[in-house]
């Protein structure tokens, strides 16, 4: 298991921080501050010079709003790259799948992760499994992400709230050690 704080120049991870997840046929999400939290994040990260690397959707999807040539695909200006960021582009909802992330990550001498970002029972979720699978030591910063509400398998409705707390319930601490923004904001104070 990780230790309860990431070291300082771990890699931010921002995952699919693009306008479409602004589209209201997402439906009620939980989290409305993630964004003011990530943003704050960002700062801390950029004014200490650690990496800051996003995950951008590419949906091949025709009808998508994460469709390269919509709106929707561009990133959201809490979270838009700043010059010399990389950006990795992605099609599936796990950002080491089709990817070159974790090949990067390891040229890079990066081991540990710290995740932000959307939709925290799919692309988060995917991608934080898949780094505590392949060794990475994981922090999952649970007020930077959000969920929706979603109809469970029985089709009862479920909250985001609920959704966004199982998630984190199935990654931690198997896979990551979640954690709030406040406690990164004291890594290296």
């Known amino acids: 298991m990780a230790s309860l704080l990431p070291p300082a120049g771990a890699v931010l991870l921002l995952v699919d921080l693009q306008k479409a997840i602004d589209h209201p046929s997402w439906g009620k999400r939980n989290n409305p501050l993630a964004e003011t939290q990530i943003a704050r994040l960002l700062a801390h990260w950029r004014s200490n010079g650690w990496p800051v690397w996003h995950i951008r959707h590419d949906s091949t999807e025709p009808g998508s709003h994460y469709r390269p040539g919509q709106a929707g695909h561009d990133f959201k200006s809490e979270a838009a790259p700043a010059a ?50 392949l060794g990475f030591a994981t922090f999952l910063a649970a007020d930077c992400c959000f969920t929706f509400d979603r109809k469970d398998w029985n089709g009862n409705l479920r909250s985001a709230e609920d959704v966004h707390a199982m998630s984190l319930a199935n990654l931690d601490p198997e896979y990551c050690t979640v954690i709030t923004a406040e406690a990164l904001l004291d890594v290296d104070k």
């Not at 992330?101 to 692309?123: A, K």
Request: glycine fraction near 12%; charged fraction near 15%.
């Open 84 to 133: 010399g960021e990389p950006v990795i582009p992605k099609q599936t909802n796990n950002a080491f799948i089709g990817t070159n992330l974790e090949g990067r990550l390891r040229v890079q001498g990066h081991d540990t992760l710290v995740v932000v970002g959307v939709i925290t029972n799919n692309s988060v979720e995917a991608t934080v499994r898949m780094a505590g699978n």
